[in-house]
Nanobody, 124 residues
């Protein structure tokens, strides 16, 4: 069982930055691949970024590539999402998720555990 708690959301102007954190409970965090997803009002949840258990491989949605960076610190049981050059269309609730077995990390239904989400709002 893994519990995930996101933090770091807020209100920022377009062009600004936010750093999201996702703290995980449990001693097996390092065995999970981690992902970030987001959901804007009236839209479906979409993939943002993912990172394998050891940080060796990362994946990004085309819409955030070059602006967002996912990273993890297994000693701190935490995964991060650094978001730079933010745009109004990045406004959404951001969720982190964990999966122990899947390698199709861009697919939401492959994840076993989800956090409650943190709101990021970008004003234009």
């Amino acid at each position: 069982q893994v519990q995930l708690v996101e933090s770091g959301g807020g209100l920022v102007q377009a062009g600004g930055s936010l750093r999201l954190s996702c703290a995980a409970s449990g001693r097996t965090f390092s065995s999970y691949h981690m992902g970030w997803f987001r959901q804007a009002p009236g839209k479906e949840r979409e993939f943002v970024a993912a990172i394998t258990w050891n940080g060796g491989t990362t994946y990004y949605a085309d819409s955030v590539k070059g602006r967002f960076t996912i990273s993890r610190d297994n000693a701190k049981n935490t995964v991060y999402l650094q978001m730079n050059s933010l745009k109004a269309e990045d406004t959404a609730v951001y969720y982190c998720a964990a999966t122990s077995g899947s390698r199709r990390l861009w697919r939401a239904n492959e994840y076993d555990y989800w956090g409650q989400g943190t709101q990021a709002t970008v004003s234009s």
